[in-house]
């Protein structure tokens, strides 16, 4: 990933908060989600500027982590009643 480095000026636009030493986005290691409700990340941007730590290998789950976070927000009894 010679010359890649994440956009955070954008994460920051979204209100979403970084780690100051490491500058990784804040989330929810089990699902992903940010520090801003309904945002989740995904893949190397979840490193901050540690990119090296994320590749296909371990990155390739986060679909999936995020996939069945957002399942259990739908199927949500709360979600549910306030749609009705």
Do not use: C, W
């Not at 955070?8 to 209100?15: I, P």
């Not at 992903?32 to 371990?58: C, K, Q, W, Y």
């Amino acid at each position: 990933m010679t010359g890649y480095h994440p956009d955070l000026e954008f994460l920051g636009a979204l209100g979403i908060r970084l780690e100051p030493v490491t500058e990784r986005p804040r989330t929810n290691p089990d699902t992903l989600e940010s520090d801003r409700p309904g945002i989740f990340l995904a893949g190397v941007i979840v490193a901050g500027m540690h990119t090296n730590e994320i590749f296909i290998e371990n990155g390739r789950f986060h679909g999936k982590k995020i996939a069945e976070a957002i399942a259990g927000l739908l199927s949500s009894p709360q979600l549910i009643s306030s749609s009705t």
